[in-house]
């Protein structure tokens, strides 16, 4: 069982150009996210869906979209890449444990654009 | 003034010491509270997980609310050098993970 794993690792970009980052799960969680880390920002919500089908706005959507077509992929596409979105990417998955959601996370792309 | 704030370290403390990290919070709403753990070039971790006040053990780590004051605590007994890692700390007024809001880490680290 691979958990949730992420494409590419790493990856540099040239400004302007169209990248999707992609995620599989194999755990059948129903909701994801996509978060991206920064330096002293910590962990930002970028998109999520709670479950196929569905598409909601985190924190920081500007520049990002997402698309859920069936319960275990989630990309995310930079439309026209910008060096302000240099940053490690990372997707998760959840399920409810108790009254509250559980998170689980992917290893992380690195994406840098110059 | 960001909702929940953390110190960013780096601290270091040798091996055995007892570590002690800290959140602080602004939104008197939140009542789920977690630690994640995160090694280098890893994804976060659920470590802990506690809701509204108090206290909870889980063998050397014991997490600590105090919602008077909005503060949040993380103490690791008998520090081992496979606790160097960065701490997040993560905080929600709902019970979905879509409205969790996590602190920017603090990176440990243990000397043997």
């Known amino acids: 069982i691979a958990g949730i794993t992420q494409a590419p690792t790493s990856q540099i970009l040239a400004a302007g150009r169209r990248m999707t980052l992609r995620c599989t799960q194999d755990?059948?969680?129903?909701?994801m996210y996509w978060y991206r880390q920064d330096l002293g920002l910590g962990l930002r919500l970028i998109h999520y869906?709670?479950?196929?089908?569905?598409?909601g706005k985190g924190e920081v959507p500007d520049g990002y979209s997402v698309s859920r077509a069936n319960t275990d992929d989630f990309p995310l596409t930079l439309a026209s890449a910008v060096p302000s979105q240099t940053s490690v990417y990372f997707c998760a998955s959840s399920v409810e444990v108790g009254n509250t959601d559980t998170q689980y996370f992917g290893p992380g792309t690195r994406l840098t654009v110059l | 003034q960001k909702e929940v704030e953390q110190d960013p370290g780096p601290l270091s403390v040798p091996e055995g010491a007892i570590v002690s990290l800290n959140c602080t919070y602004s939104n008197s709403a939140f009542q789920y509270f977690m630690w994640y753990r995160q090694y280098s070039r890893k994804g976060p971790e659920l470590l802990m997980y506690t809701y509204s006040s108090g206290n909870k053990e889980d063998g050397r780590f014991t997490a600590q609310v105090d919602k008077s004051s909005k503060y949040i605590s993380l103490f690791i007994r008998d520090s081992q050098p496979s606790d160097s890692a960065t701490y997040l700390c993560a905080m929600s007024a709902h019970s979905s993970a879509s409205k969790i809001i996590f602190g920017s880490g603090t990176r440990l680290s243990i000397r043997p």
């Open positions: 755990m059948r969680h129903n909701a």
């Open positions: 869906s709670n479950t196929a089908g569905t598409t």
